[in-house]
């Protein structure tokens, strides 16, 4: 297991959606210093394992931060497990992604999908 990811413990692809369920394990290296008195998952770090995992799936993510709209609601703690889940539309130009656990939502987002022929990849 990476000191970078969290543990994938299933997964779900489908055509334009891909559903995770997590752990996440105290030794990952984001919560080094953050912070030392109650370790906290940087927000950034649930966007960043969003698009990365979503991409792995085969979905369309952003290739910028052009309309990102991000709402964190609750801490991702060392130890937790979260569901994931992401969807990209080229059809409907849209990439979201939530965190959630039973009915408490950690964080969601959504962006705006640059169409195909405009990438710069």
């Known amino acids: 297991m990476s000191d970078r990811l969290p543990a994938i413990l299933s997964r779900s692809i489908d055509v334009d959606r891909a559903e995770f369920e997590l752990f996440i394990p105290s030794t990952l290296f984001w919560f080094l210093g953050h912070f030392p008195s109650q370790p ?3 927000g950034i770090v649930q966007l960043h394992w969003a698009l990365f995992l979503a991409k792995d799936a085969g979905l369309p993510v ?3 931060a052009q309309d990102f709209q991000v709402k964190y609601q ?3 703690l060392p130890e937790m497990y979260v569901h994931l889940s992401v969807m990209g539309s080229e059809e ?3 990439f979201n992604f939530k965190y959630i656990n039973n009915d408490q939502i950690f964080s969601s987002g959504s962006a705006r999908l640059v169409p195909r022929g405009l990438r710069h990849e």
């Open 40 to 42: 906290i998952l940087p």
């Open 62 to 64: 952003p290739v910028s």
């Open 74 to 76: 609750a801490m991702v």
């Open 92 to 94: 409907r130009g849209i």
